[in-house]
Every structure is written in structure tokens, then in C-alpha cells.
T-cell receptor, first 112, second 113 residues
């Protein structure tokens, strides 16, 4: 069964600090992996997308990594800001990119 | 920019009522999706549609139906709302063959009392 597991479920960090979120998946065959940011009460918005051949992808202070061999991805937030408080969702696409499996998300709270 | 809009941000309905959730996209996307999002469970696909009048069941279609009479509009229908359908409902759209690149609406938080 295709699964996407995210950890931790939630975390609290101080403004200006860095943090790393984890995503492990069992989806096979693999097409691509995407990280979404979802603000409270809003729909998810895409941050990064990586295919099998990509190891790292950055979007401003967000850097995603992918290890397709171990089926793990991480999202690193650098110099966190209050606006980074949100849920971060890892989504893996299966064959032909048309079957999506969603992780449960990690809720991040940045405190001043 | 792709815009996906949903008819209501918040909705409160009584058990047994028929509920309509509307979703409209303005990018001529063939695919449209309905998800529900519950704490700890992530997003779960209810139904999707790849063309007008075409629909496919997702992972949790029970208790729901959908309608797609026009390309830009996809409706989710709860025939007889129940308390376990209290949830956040998200609509998304994408180009045909690019379901990995979905654009989401703002969501409707439905409470069934």
C-alpha cells in the first residue's frame, strides 16, 4: 500500500532558527515529490517539486532534498519567520504522476 | 495565475440536510478534484473528474456524489449530511495528465450538527 509518513507531527521553533521536516514514502513506482505549505484556513500552495533525478531544490529559504534510494525527503527552513507558521504537506506522485499520496503534514509554529 | 474558488469558506448544516459545495476554476483545466482534510489523516480524495460529465471515485466516495455540467465547475453533494462529514473540504484542478500539479482552492469548513 502506498504511504507517505511525515515527522514530526508538530514543532515549535523560535524566530530566526532553522528546522528540518521529514517525509518517508513507500510509493512505487515513483514519479515526483512535492512539498506544499498550507496556512491556517487556506488551501495548500506548492513550494517545490522534485523528480527522481533531482537531489535538491530550493525556493527562497525553503530547501527540499530527495533520496530516491532510501525513499526519503526533507524540507529545511532557514532563518524562520513568523509567516512560516503553517502546515507543510509532502505529496508523492505514482506512475505517470497521476496518482497522488498525501502525507499527514507537519504543523510548524514559529514564536517570536 | 490559476484561480480556484469555492462557494463558501464556512458552512453549518444540520444532520440529514442535502449540502452542495461548489468549486470554480478559471484556467480551463480538464481535471478537478474534491478532497476532505481531517487532522492526522491528511488529504483524502473523494472524487475527481477529467472531463465534463465524467467522474471517478476516489478513496472515500461513500456518502458523496459529484456533478460536472460545465468544464469550469465541479460540485460536491452530500445527499444526507451526517456528523462524521464535518471536515475541511478542498477543491483542486489541474491540466489533463498533470494531476501532480494541482492548484487548490481556499477550502470550505463544513460543520454538521
Amino acid at each position: 500500500k502506498n504511504q507517505v509518513e511525515q515527522s514530526p507531527q508538530s514543532l515549535i521553533i523560535l524566530e530566526g532558527k532553522n528546522c528540518t521536516l521529514q517525509c518517508n514514502y513507500t510509493v512505487s513506482p515513483f514519479s515526483n515529490l512535492r512539498w506544499y505549505k498550507q496556512d491556517t484556513g487556506r488551501g495548500p500552495v506548492s513550494l517545490t517539486i522534485m523528480t527522481f533525478s533531482e537531489n535538491t531544490k530550493s525556493n527562497g529559504r525553503y530547501t527540499a532534498t530527495l533520496d530516491a534510494d532510501t525513499k526519503q525527503s526533507s524540507l529545511h527552513i532557514t532563518a524562520s519567520q513568523l509567516s512560516d507558521s503553517a502546515s507543510y504537506i509532502c505529496v508523492v506522485s505514482g506512475a505517470a504522476g497521476n496518482k497522488l499520496t498525501f502525507g499527514g503534514g507537519t504543523r510548524v509554529l514559529v514564536k517570536p | 495565475d490559476v484561480k480556484v474558488t469555492q462557494s463558501s469558506r464556512y458552512l453549518v448544516k444540520r444532520t440529514g440536510e442535502k449540502v452542495f459545495l461548489e468549486c470554480v476554476q478559471d484556467m480551463d483545466h480538464e481535471n478537478m478534484f474534491w478532497y476532505r482534510q481531517d487532522p492526522g489523516l491528511g488529504l483524502r480524495l473523494i472524487y475527481f473528474s477529467y472531463d465534463v460529465k465524467m467522474k471517478e471515485k476516489g478513496d472515500i466516495p461513500e456518502g458523496y456524489s459529484v456533478s460536472r455540467e460545465k468544464k469550469e465547475r465541479f460540485s460536491l453533494i452530500l445527499e444526507s449530511a451526517s456528523t462524521n462529514q464535518t471536515s475541511m473540504y478542498l477543491c483542486a484542478s489541474s491540466l489533463l495528465g498533470q494531476a501532480y500539479e494541482q492548484y487548490f482552492g481556499p477550502g470550505t469548513r463544513l460543520t454538521v450538527t
